[in-house]
């Protein structure tokens, strides 16, 4: 069964630094864009941040452009989100997913199972 | 930016009930709406994509309607598991891709 597995949340005081990884567990990850959604507690789904297949492209939320950097190593497999300068908004559980093609496709089939990043001194 | 803006909120209805939740767009974005499923705990789950078209596996109840601006997720009959927060999702352009606020489903 194909899975997205992610690790790296945590607690981290406010203004220090967090990387979240996702794997996933199939040979052709180089062919999906990919992104990072978050859902803080007792708010919505929210977008972060997506890059391409290539790892060439990449976009980001206002709310964290400056601070996240997204990338990903193709002969790994496996997808980042380095997160700095973190704030209590940044509190939520964040999860990766998958597009359905490439960067504008952005049909988020499959999805990690979340981890929890708390913001907090 | 697209702005979503779905509605409504929150919703109370009994199994068996139709349920229908509506989502519009700031601008036109063709069809190019997508719908997800969040239970707590569990992660999002893909039912509705290109604003009609059911994901595979997913039951034959959850439909989606509209194209343009306005759209509409309806479940035509609900069930105990259907319980979650749903939203939609716009994917015209480049990004943000935005969300709409969610749907809180319960049951009366």
């Known amino acids: 069964e194909v899975q997205l597995v992610e690790s790296g949340g945590g607690l981290v005081q406010p203004g220090g630094s967090l990387r979240l990884s996702c794997a996933l567990s199939e040979f052709s990850f180089s062919s999906y864009a990919m992104t990072w959604v978050r859902r803080a507690p007792g708010k919505g789904l929210e977008w972060v941040s997506v890059?391409?297949?290539?790892?060439?492209?990449?976009y980001y939320a206002d709310s964290v452009k400056g601070r996240f950097t997204i990338s990903r190593d193709n002969s790994k497999n496996t997808l980042y989100l380095q997160m700095d300068s973190l704030r209590a908004d940044d509190t939520a559980v964040y999860y990766c997913?998958?597009?359905?093609?490439?960067?504008?496709?952005?049909?988020?089939?499959?999805w990690g199972q979340g981890s929890l990043v708390t913001v907090s001194s | 930016d697209i702005q979503m803006t779905q509605s409504p909120s929150s919703l109370s209805a009994s199994v068996g009930d139709r349920v229908t939740i509506t989502c519009q767009a700031s601008q036109d974005i063709d069809n190019y709406l997508n719908w997800y499923q969040h239970k707590p705990g569990k992660t999002p789950k893909l039912l509705i994509y290109?604003?009609?078209n059911l994901e595979t596996g997913v039951p034959s109840r959850f439909s989606g309607s509209g194209s343009g601006t306005d759209f509409t997720f309806t479940i035509s009959s609900l069930q105990p598991e259907d319980i979650a927060t749903y939203f939609c999702q716009e994917y015209d352009d480049l990004p943000p891709f935005t969300f709409g606020q969610g749907t809180n489903l319960e049951i009366k």
């Open positions: 890059i391409s297949g290539s790892g060439l492209n990449t």
């Open positions: 997913a998958t597009h359905r093609g490439g960067l504008a496709n952005a049909i988020f089939d499959l």
């Open positions: 290109d604003a009609s």
